[in-house]
């Protein structure tokens, strides 16, 4: 294992500053709002899925902690051009991964850049922070009513 | 020769140092470097003594209280009370018996909501509290005005954190019928004026419930000089153990009250048919309280009165005054809560850096601080930010960790800039 187990690397720093996909999608097919009331972490996430099962746009807007921001926006980036149910299956591996159950260099995975992240579970106060805009996105796609972390 | 600290400050009355060596947790590092700790606000820790102190009740003289008829439930019995005389003295009550204990002011601001509350306040009544007030001092009164048809009043407070007092005249009246508000605000520090707000209340007859959560480890109360009809506060936040604290209550008002949670311990006699209670403070401690953390309260007092509470007041605030003039020359720091009267904390808010992520980056430099609403979105809303970090002192921190907690601060600055 050879990740770096730094939190605020460049890129999460980088997508912080300047988030990408900061924006409301007026006529996604898919949002949902989400919530940490133990920090005030506050986004909505929206989705465009096509009739295939695509998500062809994905965005987000709201405020936060550097995790949670440079999260959502790495979510989008990476979201975008996947079918639904290979979102689920990265949800479930970022997970896992910022849980500790999930070692990136070692188990099969489809993480790619979301690596960055793994230095998350060094730090479990954090771990909401990171999974807050994934949990929103899900339960966007499982047309959930707002969610909350805590 | 005088020491760097002295330089900084006006020297203290009391040797920081040695009481630094009373503090085992003190000595510790976190991330290869010295704890920090100026999360005090939240809880403090513990010397020696009170730990020490636990230790011994535990191993030689632990027993029931007010139940057992042999030796080791006498002297425990004995040593509870004489906790309870020793909070009744630090708090400046007449009497040991107006002091319940109770988990701690959470618990306090319950009993007085449960049972004041639910006797004495009715639909229409109005229950009056602040702008700056904790969850606990919050939630608790919306909860009984929706319960009975009361309203809730709340006082407003100015960009620098005080309380508008002349609305505060505005807002009481004749249906007023209890004002519940802070002595010192977690939040943001503010002292408020206490004793005009009793007396105010008083005039418009109505009782009054100061939470003294976050102001008996750093100034000293008197409650008869007051003239409250309840204060609260908490054992950890005055270097006790967690789980234990509780509240005054003046005796002519405690005994119109019913209990708030039944059981044994509370009670005169118990038939099937009706149950008769005890006099305070027994009617409001139903169970096996929490023992050892009693005597460990009482021990916290000793150790507080041998240093003196206005000595370590006074030492603080000069703390307070090193680290704001450290904390205001950062560029881009916002200090949130800047009242003419303030306790030893700093709550403070940077343009690039979430309090979240300076928490974490102060961590790194092994400070602990907290960051988040501080159990108050009332108080964050108001002054328009999501949340604050602050930094929360104690007699046993040093201007020293000030200085670094001012660097770690603009590390942060260039992390995130």
Partial sequence: MSYNKELYQRVILDHNKNPKNFREIKNATHSSHGFNPLCGDDYTVYLTVDDEDVIQDAGFVGAGCAISKSSASLMTAVLKGKKVDEARVIFDEFHKMVLGELDPEKDENRLGKLKLFVGIREYPSRIKCASLGWHTAIAALDKSEDITTE | MADASTLKIKAPAFDVEAIRKDFPILSQKVHGKPLIYLDNAATTQKPRQVIDRMYKFESEEYGTVRRGAYKLSERSTQLYEESRQKMADFLGAPTKEEIIFTSGTTQAINLVAYSYGRKFIGAGDEIIISNIEHHANTVPWQVLCEE???????????????????EYDRLLGPKTKLVAVNHVSNALGTVNPIKEIIRKAHDAGAKVMIDGAQSTPHMKIDVQDLDCDFYTFSGHKMYAPSGIGGLFGKMEVLETMPPYVTGGDMILQVTLEKSTYQKPPMRFEAGTPPISQVIGLGEAIDYLNAIGIEKIGEYEHSLLEYGTRLLSDIEGLRIIGQAREKAALISFYLEDAHPHDIVTILDE????????HHCAQPTMKRYGVPATARASMSFYNKPEELDALAASIQRCIKIFS
């Avoid at chain 2, 430099?365 to 960051?371: K, P």
Wanted: zero cysteines.
């Fill in chain 2, 365 to 372: 430099d092994g400070i602990a601080v907290r960051g988040g």
């Fill in chain 2, 148 to 166: 009975k048809g009361a309203v809730l009043k709340v006082i407003p407070v100015n960009d620098a954190g005080e309380l508008v007092m002349e």
